[in-house]
């Protein structure tokens, strides 16, 4: 079992941004390089929905909701991924959290960070 810790989140204004940062501990390099990351969020009173993921080899994909405000990138030697939002606005808040996916099928979740748009 890996550990993720996440970090980044807070209140913005409308139009702006923020980056979230999730670090995988207990883990070696070749071992994060192998997993898949995601970003998920959950709204009050909604479900948790997928944000964005990138896979280990570097490929992406996006909810259509995010696609063209928010970019997933991950540094290998951190074994940290990342997710820059821009343009933020209410629809935006809730709670991140950072998951990873083995490639065995294993996994595991970050405690989850807050985010809010609120002017």
């Known amino acids: 079992q890996v550990q993720l810790v996440e970090s980044g989140g807070g209140l913005v204004q409308p139009g702006g941004s923020l980056r979230l940062s999730c670090k995988m501990s207990r883990a070696i390099l070749s071992t994060f390089i192998s997993y898949t990351m995601a970003w998920y969020r959950q709204a009050p009173g909604k479900e948790r929905e997928l944000v964005a993921r990138i896979s280990g080899g570097g490929s992406t994909n996006y909810a259509d909701s995010v696609k063209g405000r928010f970019t997933i990138s991950k540094d290998n030697s951190r074994k940290t991924v990342y997710l820059q939002m821009n343009i933020l606005n209410p629809e935006d808040t809730a709670v991140y959290y950072c998951?990873?996916?083995?490639?065995?099928?294993?996994?595991?979740w970050g405690q989850g960070t807050q985010v809010t748009v609120s002017s």
């Open positions: 998951n990873s996916l083995s490639p065995r099928g294993d996994e595991d």
